[in-house]
C-alpha cells in the first residue's frame, strides 16, 4: 500500500511539479547511474533538490533510491516524519554524531544492499543559489563501498523556486548539470580533491563562476 | 469532419503543411546521404522538432476551443517563465512574481468569455498599476525600477501579445465563413513561422549585406526583404481559405507580418544579448527555447489581430 502511494507520488505528483511546474534543462543525462550501488552527491539549496534527483531516475529504480537526510529535522514531527520516511524514502543522518554509535552504518549497509544514496556534503540547503563547503562524511562513506561510484549533480534555479524558509513556490526552470562519477580508491584527501574539482567544473559550466569555498579536509 | 471543431479548409492547410514538412524532411535525408551520417544534424533535429510542433499545435486547434486557449495559456506559461528564469530577480519579488504568473489564467479567461474591454486593458492597466504596488508593500527599493520594468515587459511580450492569437479565435464566426476563428489563428501562426524560415533561406542562400549586425550579425538585408515578399506572396495566396479578406488587404497583412516578424525576432536577439546568452533555453530540439520559437509572434500576433478586427470585425 504504502510502496504504491510512493510510486503514485513520483510518477506523478513529484514528476508533475518538476516536469510542468518547474521544468529542467538537463546536460549530460547519460551520466546518471543505471544500477546501485552508486552515491549521487548534489547541492543543496532547496527541498526541491530531492524530488528533481528523484526524478532524473527512471521510475523502475525508484524502490532502490534511498536520499540521506537530517534526523534532528525530519524525524518526530508527526505527519513530515510519516512523508518523509514512507513517501520519500528518506535514510535518517545524524548530524551530532553520539559517541561510540557510528552514523554511516545504516548508508553503508543501504550501500552493500545495492542502493542508490542521494547525499547533500554541504549538510545544510544553506543561502539559496550558493553553494557551501562540503562536510567529509562522504569521504569515509565512499571509501567503505568502494564499488559505489559517485556521480556529482550541480542543480541550479531552484534556490529561486523554493529557498529555505519560505512555503511558496514560484516557477522557474532549472538547469541541471550531471558530472562524471568518481571513484574512492580508499584515499579521502585526493577523493575530496576530485569531487571538490568536479563541482567547480559543472559551477563554471553552469555559468556560475564564482568558486565554491574551502572544504573542510578529511584528518590524514 | 463533425467530429472536429473547426471548418475543413483549416484541415485542407494543415494537410499542405504535412506535405511540405514531408518535402523538408525528404531533402534533409538526401543531404544527410551526401554529406556522410553526422552532416546536417541541426536540420535533422530541427525538422523533426516541427514534426512535433505541427502535431501539438493541430491536436489543439482542432479538437475543441478550450483546449485552444488552454493550449496558449500553457504556452504564454512557459514563455514567461523562461523569460523570469533568464533575467536576474529579487529574491523579495518572489510574491510579485507569483501574481505575475496568476495573470495568465485571468487573461486567458476573459478570451474565453469573449470579454474584450476586459482582455485588451487588464495587462497594461490593471496588471501595470498593482505590481509596483505589491513591490512597495514589500518594501525593497534597490533596483526598484528595473524590477517592476522587467516583470512588465515580461508580461507584455509573453501573456498580452500571445494572448492576441487566442483572441483571433472567438472573433465572431459568422464574419469569416470560410475558416471562422481557427482559421485566423492558423493564417497567423503559418505567416509567422512561414517568415522566419524565408528569411532564413533567403538570408542563407543571398544574404550578403548585414541589416543589424550589432544585434543579430546573421541577418541580412536579402534575408529581410526576401521574407517579406515571399510571406506577402503567401499571405494572398492563403487569405481566400482562411480569412475574409481581398488580395489587397490579404498583401498588407503580408508585409505586416514580414515586417513584424523580423522586429520580434531581434528585439528578443536583443533580450538575450543583454543577458548574454545564446538560446533563451533547450526546450525545442534544434530550435532552442520557446521563447526562440515565439519571438516573432509577440509581434505579429497583435499586429495582425488589430489589423483584422479593424477591417472586418
Redesign the interface.
Known sequence: MIRALRWLFFAVVARLIVLVVL?L?VRHRERLPTSGPAIIVGNHNSHLDTLVLMTLLPLELLPRVRPVAAADYFLGKGLLSWFAINIIGILPLERRPVRGVDPLAACSSALTQGDILILYPEGTRGE?EELGAFKSGIAHLAARCPEARTTPVYMK?LG?AL?KG?A?L????CDVFVGEALHCDGNRRTYMASLQAAYEALAEEAGDRRPPRATAMPPP | MDALAVSPNVVWVFAAICAALLCASAISVLLARSAGPDGHRELRLRIRSWWLMVAVFAAALTLHRNLTLIFFAFVSFLALKEYLSLIPTRRSDRRVLFWAYLTIPAQYVWVGMEWYGMFIIFLPVYVFLFLPLRMVLIGETTEFLRAAGTVHWGLMTTVFSISHVAFLLVLPESRNPVAGGAGLVLYLVLLTEANDIAQYLWGKSLGRRKILPKVSPNKTWAGFLGGVVTVTVLAVMLAPYLTPLDPLHASVAGVLVGIGGFVGDVVISAVKRDIGVKDSGALIPGHGGILDRIDSLTYTAPLLFHYLRYLSF
Open positions: 521544468g534543462n539559496p534555479g529561486k529557498p519560505e511558496l514560484v516557477p522557474f526552470f
